[in-house]
C-alpha cells in the first residue's frame, strides 16, 4: 500500500517559468491537503481540497497559484511565473473521508529552486 | 480561532538528556493532538497523537499528555539518542477533524 506520492522531487526552474507539482494521495484517501515550508521557517497551510472541490484555500496567494483534484489522477499544485521567493518545499498530505481524529499522511515533498 | 504555539529552538542536547518541548493550543471545541517528526530531507510522520483530555500519547519512549486545563500537549523523553535529531511539529485538528493546524517547528539536535 503505496503512501502518498510526489512528484517531482526536485523541480528547478527559472523565474517567470511554470511550475507543476503533483499529489497521488494515500490509497482510500479522498482529502488532500498542500503545505509550504520556506527554509528555516514552520509548516505553512496553502489549500485543501476534496475530489473536484476546494473546500478551503485561504493559505493560497491570490496571484499565480492554483490547486485541482480532479476525479480521475494526481492533485496538481501549479504556479504560475515563479519567482525565486517560491522556492520552498511543498508537501501534501491526505487523509480518509470523515469526522474525528483523522491523521495526516505526508508525501516527502517536492522541493522547488527557482533561479 | 485554532492555533498552535511551541517553543522555538533550536534545541541542543547531549545523549542521553531528558527532553521537553512545549506545546499550547488554542481551539474551540474539543480538538485532537498530535506531534510530527521531520527528520533531514524527509516528509512529517505522525509520532504520536491523544483525542481527548487526559489522554496520553505515546511512541517510541516519546509521551505526551493532552492537558485541557492547561491548554497544553508537551513532547517529552526520558533519555534522548542522536538518531532523535529532527525537527518536531506540535499540531490540533478541529472539531471536524478535517483542518489541521501546526506549530512552527522546533529543531533538535542530539550530540553524542
Known amino acids: 500500500n503505496a503512501g502518498v506520492m510526489q512528484n517531482p522531487r526536485h523541480l528547478v526552474r527559472r523565474r517567470g517559468q511554470e511550475a507543476r507539482l503533483r499529489c497521488s494521495p494515500m490509497k482510500g484517501h479522498s482529502h488532500v491537503y498542500w503545505y509550504r515550508q520556506l527554509p528555516e521557517e514552520g509548516l505553512k497551510f496553502m489549500v485543501y481540497l476534496q475530489k473536484e472541490n476546494i473546500i478551503d484555500e485561504s493559505g493560497m496567494p491570490k496571484e499565480r497559484f492554483s490547486a485541482e483534484f480532479p476525479k480521475e489522477g494526481p492533485s496538481i499544485l501549479r504556479i504560475q511565473q515563479v519567482v525565486r521567493g517560491d522556492s520552498a518545499a511543498y508537501f501534501c498530505?491526505?487523509?480518509?473521508?470523515?469526522?474525528?481524529?483523522?491523521?495526516?499522511?505526508f508525501g516527502a515533498g517536492s522541493r522547488l529552486t527557482v533561479l | 480561532g485554532n492555533s498552535v504555539t511551541q517553543m522555538e529552538g533550536p534545541v541542543t542536547l547531549s545523549e542521553e538528556a531528558f527532553l521537553t518541548i512545549n506545546c499550547t493550543y488554542t481551539a474551540t471545541g474539543y480538538p485532537s493532538l498530535f506531534w510530527y517528526v521531520q527528520y533531514p530531507g524527509e516528509g512529517l510522520q505522525l509520532l504520536l497523537k491523544a483525542t481527548k483530555a487526559d489522554d496520553k500519547g505515546s511512541n517510541k519512549s516519546f509521551e505526551a499528555t493532552y492537558r485541557k486545563e492547561t491548554t497544553s500537549f508537551h513532547l517529552e523523553k526520558g533519555s534522548v539518542q542522536v538518531s532523535d535529531s529532527a525537527v518536531y511539529f506540535c499540531a490540533l485538528s478541529g472539531n471536524t477533524g478535517n483542518q489541521f493546524y501546526f506549530g512552527t517547528g522546533t529543531s533538535l539536535t542530539v550530540i553524542p
Open positions: 498530505a491526505s487523509s480518509p473521508l470523515g469526522s474525528g481524529a483523522n491523521v495526516l499522511t
